[in-house]
């Protein structure tokens, strides 16, 4: 089974303004005011950006790599909410992308969107109840935000070939979500990781069980931490273990830090502590020179019955569009990522592709 995943997708604020449906461009943050002018950042930093643009143009190179390699399942964090509602929840910052312009998520052949993040409800129940809405009528599968806990907190079966991936998301507080997002019986919301965070493992082994099937597999995606640092906090570790080790995860897909973290093999599974974002608006916004977060990965997995290979593909954004990364900046993430998997014992070795590879044994 090959899967493409892709860390926090967010299409809202600049890249919004450049399809052919913007929202109301008025924003709510402290110091930008209008979501053009993000635009007109990225167009100082690297020249002008076409608009409108068709649904297709800002996955550039990536769609000729996905369709050269050929993933089974193609698997996103939306870190946006899809919606026309206009009451934003009173959190600094918040992501919308106008419903008609949701077309950019079936140009890149995605076929589920994780939802348990801090920004899906950026503007309140109505918004998430359009996203879903939205992305439903389009073929879209969700997992970790729903109409009420029951369909927040399922599991997802996408068919794979003869297999299914199942797929769990969840969100931790740390990573920004509020409390009050929490699903109820009858609420809309984020699914939130239990406390203590391994008892999910144990749920999640216990609500498998009855329906997993031979040559089935498991993805459980988690929004956690913050958005810059290397830091692996010693309670993610001990979680992905337990889902590895427990629940017989395959896959467990970190996400939230703007950049990419240190990948672990453990027993056979594949940890992500930190994806990194596949798609920003951040192009020409300062700041945080020591984080490669102009680089973003895309993220090709294999599983087999020998073990689990993922393979790195970097890019970078420019003009609000991924292409390949240039021979400097994909050396750059190669040795950062070198050194952070270091830490947890992992090999990721550079190809002469550009790619980094790093495998089970």
Known sequence: MRLFLGGDVM???????????????????SWVKQADDYLRLAERKSGPIPR?????????DLLDDLARLAPDLRIVNLETAVTRADRPEPK???????????????????DACILANNHVMDWGIDGLLETLETLHARGLATA??????????????????????????VAATDSGVPPAW???????????????PESYAEDLRDRLAPMRQAGDRLLVSIHWGGNWGYDVPD???????ALIEGADADVVFGHSSHHPKAAEVHRGGLIL???????????GIGGHAAYPADTALGLFVDLSATGVQCRMRPYQISRFRLQRADDEAAARIAAIMAE??????????????????????
């Open 11 to 29: 299409t809202g604020r600049g890249i919004d303004q450049i399809l052919r449906h913007p929202s109301d461009p008025r924003l709510y943050e």
């Open 52 to 60: 409108p643009v068709p649904d297709s143009y800002v996955w550039g």
């Open 92 to 110: 600094g910052i918040n992501y919308r992308m106008h419903p008609a312009n949701a077309g950019v998520l079936t140009a890149a052949g995605l």
């Open 144 to 169: 970790g935000a729903g109409a009420d806990a029951a369909r927040a907190q399922a599991l997802v079966p996408l068919p794979a070939g003869a297999a299914q991936l199942w797929v769990a998301a």
């Open 182 to 196: 929490r699903p109820g019986p009858i609420r809309p919301g984020v699914a939130l990781l239990p406390d203590p």
């Open 235 to 241: 309670w993610q570790r001990r979680l992905a273990h």
């Open 273 to 283: 502590y930190g994806s990194g974002d596949l798609l920003n608006d951040y192009e």
């Open 340 to 361: 952070q998997c270091a830490r947890f014992a992992t090999v990721a070795a550079p190809q002469d592709s550009g790619d980094i590879l790093v495998a089970s044994d």
